[in-house]
Each structure stands twice: as C-alpha cells, then as structure tokens.
C-alpha cells in the first residue's frame, strides 16, 4: 500500500519536472547563472544570518559613486528628465563618448557609431547576437570572465578556449594556433577579469594584423581601462585605419566610475554593427535609464579626479595583498598590471586534503567565513579569484585566516 503510493508521488513529481523543464527553452536550460553573482547572493545571505563573513569575491569596486554624478542624476530627476530617450543614448552622452575616445584612446568615431546600453554586459550581449552567425567559433582566451561564454553560445556561435598560462598574456601566436576557417571573432580583454593581466603593446599590434589578414572580428572589452597600475592602456582601434573597422569596442562606467547600480555601458564600431545592435536593443530594453544617462555624462564630462584617487587606491591595496600574500606558503601568483584581482593557483596544495579548487573555496567559506571565487567559475581550476575592491581592513583579515586555513594543508 505504502509503496504504491509512494510510487504514485515520485511518478506525479517527475512529471511535475520533465513539464516544468519542456516549459523552458532548449536554449535557456543549458546556460549556467553567473558564478560571482551566485557567490555573491550566497555571502549576502551568510551575512544576514549574522556570520562574519569576508567577502573578497567582489567583483566591483567599494566606492562610492562620485558626489558630482549622484547630483546630476538627481537633478535629472528633479528636471523632469525621466522618459524614454533615443534608444541609442541620448546625442549628448555619445558626442562625450566620442570625444573621450579621441582625447584618450586616440581613435575618431561618430556619435552614430557608438550605441550606449544597460552595462557593458548588455552590450557584450548584443555584439555576439549580432555578431554570430550558427557555428562561428569565438576564441576564448582562458582564464575567462564565464559571461562571455554563456552569451556567445546563446548567440548560436562556438566559444574556441586559449589556454592561457601564467603570465596570462594573451599572444599572436596563440590566435595563429586556433584561427581556423570558422573563425569569426577574436575576443580580447585587458586588462583582464580574473588575471589583471594586460596584452604586450607588440602582441596587440601583431593580432590586429591577424585580424585584418584573416577578416576577423575582434570585440575588445575595455571596461578596466582606468584601472592599471603602471602599464598604459592602449585600445587596439587605435592601433590603425584597418584594424578600426573591424573593432567593436566594450566599455562602460561601472568599474572606473564605481557606478555598478547605474547601468551604462556603450559599444564603439562600424556603423552597421552598431546600427543592428542599436535595433536589438529597441526591441529588448529600449534606452537604458534616462537618468542614469545623465549621470553617466557627468561622469566622463566632470572632473576626473575620483577615478585617479580611486586608481590609486586600488594600487596601494595590490601592494599590500601582494606583500600578504607572498608570506603565504603553498600559494602562487602573478602580479596583477591592471583590474582589482590577484589570481591565485593552488596547485602546490592539491593531494593535501582537496581535489578541486570548487571544494577548497568552499571549505575556506565555511571554516573561516572567508569569499573568494574558485577557478572554475572563469574555466581555470587550480586557481581562486582574490578581489582587492574591499578595504584594507577586510583583506587584512581575510588573507589572516586564508593564511591559517591553507597553513593546516600544507
Ligand atoms: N566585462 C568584464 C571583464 C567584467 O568583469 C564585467 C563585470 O564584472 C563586465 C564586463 C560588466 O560590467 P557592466 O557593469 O558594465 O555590465
């Protein structure tokens, strides 16, 4: 009696889910959620039930935005500047763009070139949807911020991985190795989520030559532009007329401008490209906040003071983790020329108690209540992300009872 009716709820259950899973689009089933930002809800939560958790999983900085950006939002508000805007961004905020573009990235658009979004995360979004067609491969140079993994397998195309190994610069070379007939874009990212590491001026010279060679995309994600610590940034756009037509550039306000909740980001390019994901976006978010817009065109017409303060802040913080950090024994890293991350490899300490790196990270979080985001979550096991946008007080004692967890595996 017990057994049939036990059976009878598994049977009506398991329908329950093969229903709930056919609801759900093929598609849709197979993308992985954003591995930081689960992390980050699960330390929230952890938080909230009183433990003390560290959380140096952050992946934005802990400033505040700036006072002259939170004022002209709120006088936005005040003006009444709270309708739909062109859905491209307002023409004020994509004339700024293109003159930033010119004054520090030494490249000339149009505003009609440049489409403004909600975060560059959008825009990444886009350029894949427009960019890909059934089965184009993307190289993937890994370590990887998994975002773009996820979006370029929604867009139909193939992600190509680059192992890359410390220190994490992406070369010609590489590209030569897996540039193949389906080749359709190169994605490049410095300096880079998880590694900080940034491509050698040569190298970036040589893959645009590749680039024009073999009539390859390449979608350049700039967004840490701003936050390097002696090495100088260069957009690969700026590199020559040719390149320049097959760039789309990836950049936004969150990091530099520490504006994560505002949600601007913008895309520069061809303007066919642009035009097309200007349309994807009239038909997916419209114009992202108008006041939003309007603090973001503060942000890169004000004073740019707060970005070098908070540039050098971070710096100072890279110091102080890496002169922490070296005393750790068992622990291995590069030094990070851009971002706010240390990616750290925990190879020496493998055989001692864990396998993966997911099963170390967690056991960190719940012996010593300490956050950092494993390896797999940019497809590099072995390593753990270590964020330096948090106070020196946080690393301090987060790399003390990192230091006294791994101190019992070695
Ligand atoms: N690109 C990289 C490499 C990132 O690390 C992030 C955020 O972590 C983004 C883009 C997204 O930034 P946004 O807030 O502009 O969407």
Same mark, same amino acid.
């Given at each position: 009696?017990?057994?049939?009716?036990?059976?009878?709820?598994? !049977?009506?259950?398991?329908? /329950?889910?093969?229903?709930?899973?056919?609801?759900?689009?093929?598609?849709?089933?197979?993308?992985?959620?954003?591995?930081?930002? =689960?992390?980050?809800? !699960?330390?929230?939560?952890?938080?909230? &039930?009183?433990?003390?958790?560290?959380?140096?999983?952050?992946? #934005?900085?802990?400033? #505040?935005?700036?006072?002259?950006?939170?004022?002209?939002?709120?006088?936005?508000?005040?003006?009444?500047?709270?309708?739909?805007?062109?859905?491209?961004?307002?023409?004020?905020?994509?004339?700024?763009?293109?003159?930033?573009?010119?004054?520090?990235?030494?490249?000339?658009?149009?505003?009609?070139?440049?489409?403004? /979004?909600?975060?560059?995360?959008?825009?990444?979004?886009?350029?894949?949807?427009?960019?890909?067609?059934?089965?184009?491969?993307?190289?993937?140079?890994?370590?990887?911020?998994?975002?773009?993994?996820?979006?370029?397998?929604?867009?139909?195309?193939?992600?190509?991985?680059?192992?890359?190994?410390?220190?994490?610069?992406?070369?010609?070379?590489?590209?030569?190795?897996?540039?193949?007939?389906?080749?359709?874009?190169?994605?490049?990212?410095?300096?880079?989520?998880?590694?900080?590491?940034?491509?050698?001026?040569?190298?970036?010279?040589?893959?645009?030559?590749?680039? =024009? !060679?073999?009539?390859?995309?390449?979608?350049?994600?700039?967004?840490?532009?701003?936050?390097?610590?002696?090495?100088?940034?260069?957009?690969?756009?700026?590199?020559?007329?040719?390149?320049?037509?097959?760039?789309?550039?990836?950049?936004?306000?969150?990091?530099?401008?520490?504006?994560?909740?505002?949600?601007?980001?913008?895309?520069?390019?061809?303007?066919?490209?642009? &035009?097309?994901?200007?349309?994807?976006? &009239?038909?997916?978010?419209?114009?992202?906040?108008?006041?939003?817009?309007?603090?973001?065109?503060?942000?890169?017409? /004000?004073?740019?003071?707060?970005?070098?303060?908070?540039?050098?802040?971070?710096?100072?913080?890279?110091?102080?983790?890496?002169?922490?950090?070296?005393?750790?024994?068992?622990?291995?890293?590069?030094?990070?020329?851009?971002?706010?991350?240390?990616?750290?490899?925990?190879?020496?300490?493998?055989?001692? /108690?864990?396998?993966?790196?997911?099963?170390?990270?967690?056991?960190?979080?719940?012996? #010593?209540?300490?956050?950092?985001?494993?390896?797999?979550?940019?497809?590099?096991?072995?390593?753990?992300?270590?964020?330096?946008?948090?106070?020196?007080?946080?690393?301090?004692?987060?790399?003390?009872?990192?230091?006294?967890?791994?101190?019992?595996? =070695?």
């Amino acid at each position: 009696m017990y057994l049939s009716l036990l059976l009878y709820i598994a !049977k009506w259950m398991a329908t /329950g889910i093969i229903f709930l899973k056919n609801m759900i689009s093929f598609r849709i089933s197979q993308l992985s959620p954003s591995p930081t930002l =689960v992390l980050d809800a !699960k330390v929230k939560e952890m938080q909230r &039930s009183g433990m003390p958790v560290i959380n140096l999983g952050i992946g #934005e900085p802990d400033f #505040e935005t700036p006072p002259n950006i939170k004022r002209a939002a709120i006088k936005a508000i005040r003006d009444g500047f709270t309708h739909y805007t062109e859905t491209a961004g307002i023409l004020e905020l994509r004339k700024e763009i293109a003159e930033k573009f010119e004054r520090e990235n030494h490249v000339l658009y149009d505003p009609s070139e440049i489409v403004v /979004g909600c975060g560059s995360k959008h825009l990444l979004y886009s350029v894949f949807q427009v960019l890909c067609k059934e089965r184009d491969e993307v190289l993937v140079p890994v370590p990887t911020w998994s975002t773009y993994i996820e979006q370029i397998k929604l867009a139909g195309g193939k992600p190509k991985l680059i192992k890359l190994f410390p220190p994490f610069k992406l070369t010609a070379k590489d590209i030569i190795k897996n540039v193949s007939s389906h080749t359709q874009i190169i994605l490049i990212n410095s300096p880079a989520n998880p590694t900080g590491a940034m491509i050698d001026d040569e190298e970036l010279d040589k893959i645009a030559h590749l680039a =024009v !060679k073999h009539k390859l995309w390449v979608v350049s994600d700039e967004i840490y532009e701003k936050i390097t610590y002696g090495k100088k940034h260069i957009s690969i756009a700026s590199l020559n007329k040719k390149i320049k037509e097959r760039i789309i550039t990836i950049n936004g306000f969150s990091k530099a401008y520490a504006m994560t909740g505002w949600r601007v980001g913008y895309a520069a390019g061809p303007k066919e490209v642009i &035009s097309a994901m200007g349309s994807l976006q &009239s038909q997916m978010t419209s114009n992202t906040s108008s006041i939003s817009q309007m603090a973001a065109l503060e942000a890169i017409s /004000g004073k740019q003071d707060p970005v070098e303060k908070m540039r050098r802040e971070f710096w100072k913080r890279s110091d102080f983790v890496l002169s922490l950090l070296c005393k750790i024994e068992g622990l291995s890293f590069v030094r990070p020329e851009g971002a706010f991350y240390f990616f750290v490899s925990l190879n020496q300490l493998f055989g001692k /108690g864990f396998k993966t790196s997911r099963d170390w990270c967690e056991a960190l979080l719940g012996k #010593e209540q300490v956050a950092v985001v494993p390896g797999e979550a940019f497809l590099y096991p072995g390593y753990f992300r270590l964020s330096f946008a948090c106070s020196l007080k946080d690393l301090s004692e987060g790399i003390v009872r990192i230091s006294r967890f791994v101190k019992k595996y =070695v």
